[in-house]
């Protein structure tokens, strides 16, 4: 078992490690922190962005369904938050994220739509594999190529 239990696949430095319990997509790189984030009972979503609407309200909607939270979604860049979405003018690629999980809160950094949307997607995948107690780390990802192929 890897390091806090984190059981999920990744790719360090373009070689796969052998997943315990995947992710559906690989990502780039995940940098383990020591410490765990528990989902509290009533969750605040949180992004100024009307585009971050649709892929907040399907993570609120499988907040719900996996682990029985209470989620509402805020269109907020300073207020309080469990989960705040942010753009990063550092992140180029218009598909690339960064997700932060420390033990109280969660940021996932885009530098477009696409990447929040992306990363929004990877963090319903967390909580499909871990549930209500994600492990802290950070998670870098994006795609190898500018264009997606068949």
Same mark, same amino acid.
Not at 64 to 74: H, L, P, S
């Given at each position: *078992?890897?390091?806090?239990?984190? &059981? *999920?696949?990744?790719?360090?430095?373009?070689?796969? *490690?052998?997943?315990?319990?995947?992710?559906?997509?690989?990502?780039?790189?995940?940098?383990?922190?020591?410490?765990?984030?528990?989902?509290?009972?009533?969750?605040?979503?949180?992004?100024?962005?009307?585009?971050?609407?649709?892929?907040?309200?399907?993570?609120?909607?499988?907040?719900? !369904?996996?682990? @029985?939270? &209470?989620?509402?979604?805020?269109?907020?860049?300073? @207020?309080?938050?469990?989960? &705040?979405? !942010? !753009?990063?003018?550092?992140?180029?690629?218009?598909?690339?994220?960064?997700?932060?999980?420390?033990?109280?809160?969660?940021?996932?950094?885009?530098?477009?739509?696409?990447?929040?949307?992306?990363?929004?997607?990877?963090?319903?995948?967390?909580?499909?594999?871990?549930? !209500?107690?994600?492990?802290?780390?950070?998670?870098?990802?994006?795609?190898?190529? &500018?264009? @997606?192929?068949?």
């Amino acid at each position: *078992m890897p390091k806090h239990g984190i &059981r *999920m696949a990744c790719y360090a430095k373009g070689k796969q *490690m052998t997943p315990h319990k995947a992710l559906l997509v690989p990502v780039k790189r995940i940098t383990l922190h020591n410490g765990r984030f528990v989902w509290p009972q009533n969750v605040v979503l949180a992004s100024p962005s009307s585009a971050d609407l649709l892929p907040l309200g399907q993570l609120q909607s499988h907040l719900t !369904r996996q682990i @029985g939270v &209470r989620a509402r979604i805020e269109r907020n860049a300073y @207020g309080s938050y469990t989960l &705040r979405v !942010r !753009r990063d003018s550092a992140i180029k690629h218009a598909q690339g994220y960064r997700i932060a999980i420390s033990p109280v809160d969660i940021t996932v950094f885009a530098g477009s739509d696409a990447g929040a949307y992306y990363g929004l997607q990877t963090l319903c995948e967390l909580v499909r594999v871990h549930g !209500r107690s994600l492990p802290t780390c950070e998670i870098v990802d994006e795609p190898d190529f &500018r264009r @997606g192929a068949v």
